[in-house]
C-alpha cells in the first residue's frame, strides 16, 4: 500500500498563490504519473496537473499558465504551486500517483486538502 498525504491547502484572496505538497510513503516502487486532481462540490473529479517521466506534463485547460507541477528528483513527492488563483479553483484538491511493480499498477489517491478562494 502506497499513502500519499497533502499539505499546504487553506484559504487565499483572488489573485493569491498557494503551494500543495504531496508525500507518498509506503510500499513505493515507481510512481508514473504523480499529480493532482480536484472537486468542486456538485462537480466531477477533473485534472489539474499531473507529471511523468521524461518530464512530461498534462495540465487542464482551466490552470494552464497560472498552475505549475513539478516533483522531488526521487518522485515521491509531488507538488502544485498555483498563482493567479480565481474563486472558481476552489475545491478539494486530491494527490494521485500510479505507483508500478514488476509491470503492474496501482493507483493512490490522498485524503484531499481544500483550497477556498474568496473574491
Known amino acids: 500500500q502506497v499513502q500519499l498525504v497533502e499539505s499546504g491547502g487553506g484559504l487565499v484572496q483572488a489573485g493569491g498563490s498557494l503551494r500543495l505538497s504531496c508525500l507518498a510513503t509506503?510500499?513505493?516502487?515507481?510512481?508514473?504519473?504523480t499529480g493532482w486532481y480536484r472537486q468542486a462540490p456538485g462537480k466531477q473529479r477533473e485534472l489539474v496537473a499531473t507529471?511523468?517521466?521524461?518530464?512530461?506534463?498534462d495540465y487542464g485547460d482551466s490552470v494552464k499558465g497560472r498552475f505549475t507541477v513539478s516533483r522531488d528528483g526521487a518522485g515521491n513527492a509531488v507538488y502544485l504551486h498555483m498563482d493567479s488563483l480565481k474563486p472558481e479553483d476552489t475545491a478539494v484538491y486530491y494527490c494521485?500517483?500510479?505507483?508500478?511493480?514488476?509491470?503492474?499498477?496501482?493507483?493512490?489517491w490522498g485524503q484531499g486538502t481544500q483550497v477556498t478562494v474568496s473574491s
Open positions: 507529471v511523468a517521466s521524461g518530464g512530461i506534463f
Open positions: 509506503g510500499s513505493v516502487s515507481r510512481l508514473n504519473p
Open positions: 494521485y500517483a500510479r505507483n508500478w511493480r514488476g509491470g503492474i499498477y496501482e493507483d493512490y
